[in-house]
């Protein structure tokens, strides 16, 4: 069974930083393309950047400068280090595979792990 834990959410306040980390069992992600989501309340889900197993990526405009996706293959992990949070930021954030750098999700979705941005 394909499974993707997300943790290293909570609460931050603005210009803060928090690392997300991904990781994946029942799966080998070495050879995937994969991608973090958000889902802030009342909203849709989007992808707020993605990693190819080459290690190409793409970010939302939105978060361009400030977050930086990264994967470990050896630890089977995906990590999303997110600098300079703003309150939009808030979101409960997810990770999957993805067809392309550019989202497409394909990959079963975990509990995610709350982002909250506030003083």
């Known amino acids: 069974q394909v499974e993707f834990v997300e943790s290293g959410g909570g609460l931050v306040q603005p210009g803060g930083s928090l690392r997300l980390s991904c990781a994946a069992t029942?799966?080998?992600?070495?050879?995937?393309?994969m991608g973090w989501y958000r889902q802030a309340p009342g909203k849709q889900r989007e992808l707020v950047a993605g990693?190819?197993?080459?290690?190409?990526?793409n970010y939302v405009d939105s978060v361009k400068g400030r977050f930086t996706i990264s994967r470990d293959n050896a630890k089977n992990t995906v990590y999303l280090q997110m600098n300079s949070l703003k309150p939009e930021d808030t979101a409960v954030y997810y990770c999957?595979?993805?067809?392309?750098?550019?989202?497409?999700?394909?990959?079963?979705w975990g509990q995610g792990t709350q982002v909250t941005v506030s003083s």
């Open positions: 029942g799966i080998s992600i070495s050879m995937a393309t």
């Open positions: 999957t595979k993805v067809w392309s750098v550019v989202g497409g999700p394909f990959g079963s």
């Open positions: 990693i190819s197993s080459t290690g190409s990526t």
